[in-house]
């Protein structure tokens, strides 16, 4: 499974920007778990949101609820985190990550398969 993120830049404090994840795999695209996490400089990973598409739900961390929606196409093999309302606090790279087996969403050791990162950064 091959993952690559697209759409990190450099916004104001209260854009808006769109990441993309492109899914490489075998499998169907829509058997994956997906999430999206970010590390800010000097800190450990953080869970952003997920998606499981077989169970219908998607989970999102308190920091960006209401700000950040997850979203997939499954027949274009693509994962987005649409993010508005954006803080300097947001400022990380963020990864795009995908497992097949269910358990906590937010946990980063259960997702096998990771990108490479894409920085965003945001200036107040």
């Known amino acids: 499974v091959r993952l690559v993120e697209s759409g990190g830049e450099s916004v104001q404090a209260g854009g808006s920007l769109t990441l993309s994840c492109t899914v490489a795999?075998?499998?169907?695209?829509?058997?994956?778990?997906m999430g999206w996490f970010r590390q800010a400089p000097g800190k450990g990973r953080e869970f952003v949101a997920a998606v499981d598409w077989s169970a219908g739900l998607t989970e999102y961390a308190d920091s960006v609820k209401g700000r950040f929606t997850i979203s997939r196409e499954n027949g274009r093999n693509l994962l987005y985190l649409h993010m508005n309302s954006l803080k300097p606090e947001d400022t990380a790279v963020y990864y795009c990550?995908?497992?097949?087996?269910?358990?906590?969403?937010?946990?980063?050791?259960?997702?096998?398969?990771w990108g490479q990162g894409t920085q965003v950064t945001v200036s107040s």
């Open positions: 990550a995908a497992k097949r087996v269910g358990g906590t969403y937010s946990a980063d050791g259960t997702y096998n398969y």
């Open positions: 795999a075998q499998r169907a695209f829509s058997s994956y778990i």
